[in-house]
């Protein structure tokens, strides 16, 4: 087909047939209480271009390499987010942080977790030349606030981010 008769368009119709595990997502999607057909559409082109999006755009040629990196970034969010969604609703363990899918961390783990936060304190003091059992300074009183003199941020305001459209 030669370029100049291309639509504008692209249409794509699917069937599927129960009992196949599509025709029982496409249902889901089309008919339930939670949000309207259209909106289940929606959700399926959104789940399907959060994987396909960066490819379809790497391939069709018209963005930078710096753009569909940029694309594929924001589709790996929507796919760890999507992630996270199933670990914590089915009490998965998460293959990405390797933590279970509820966002508490065990008492043990917070405990090997903060021991070996201050283990690698303790060595870093020690590489200072410091002894470890001299007293620490004490903290700093929060009640009181924070100075600031405003360069804490730096030149903000002379930087424009240009952010492609994307998933």
Same mark, same amino acid.
Do not use: H
């Given at each position: 087909?030669?370029?100049?008769?291309k639509?504008?368009?692209?249409k794509?119709?699917?069937?599927? !047939?129960f009992?196949?595990?599509?025709a029982?997502?496409?249902?889901?999607? *089309?008919n339930?209480?939670?949000?309207?057909?259209?909106?289940?559409? !929606?959700?399926?082109?959104d789940?399907i271009?959060?994987?396909?999006?960066?490819?379809a755009e790497?391939?069709?040629g018209?963005m930078?390499?710096?753009?569909?990196?940029?694309?594929?970034?924001?589709?790996?969010? !929507?796919?760890?987010?999507?992630? #996270?969604?199933?670990?914590?609703?089915?009490?998965l363990?998460?293959? *990405?942080?390797?933590?279970?899918?509820?966002?508490?961390?065990?008492?043990?783990?917070?405990?090997?977790?903060?021991?070996s936060?201050?283990q690698?304190i303790?060595?870093?003091?020690?590489?200072?030349?410091?002894?470890v059992?001299?007293?620490?300074?004490?903290?700093? #009183?929060?009640?009181?606030?924070?100075?600031?003199?405003?360069?804490?941020?730096?030149?903000?305001?002379?930087y424009e981010?240009?952010?492609p459209?994307?998933?």
């Amino acid at each position: 087909m030669a370029e100049d008769s291309k639509s504008d368009r692209v249409k794509f119709v699917y069937n599927a !047939q129960f009992p196949s595990s599509t025709a029982v997502v496409l249902d889901y999607l *089309i008919n339930n209480d939670v949000f309207t057909s259209r909106q289940g559409r !929606q959700r399926a082109m959104d789940a399907i271009a959060a994987f396909y999006r960066p490819l379809a755009e790497e391939e069709r040629g018209e963005m930078s390499e710096e753009q569909v990196q940029a694309v594929a970034g924001v589709c790996v969010e !929507q796919l760890v987010k999507q992630i #996270d969604t199933l670990c914590d609703r089915y009490q998965l363990p998460n293959p *990405i942080t390797g933590r279970p899918g509820s966002a508490a961390i065990s008492g043990d783990r917070l405990e090997n977790i903060l021991e070996s936060g201050f283990q690698t304190i303790a060595d870093a003091i020690r590489g200072s030349g410091l002894s470890v059992d001299s007293p620490l300074p004490s903290p700093p #009183d929060l009640e009181q606030g924070v100075v600031m003199d405003g360069s804490e941020l730096g030149d903000i305001d002379d930087y424009e981010i240009d952010v492609p459209d994307i998933c």
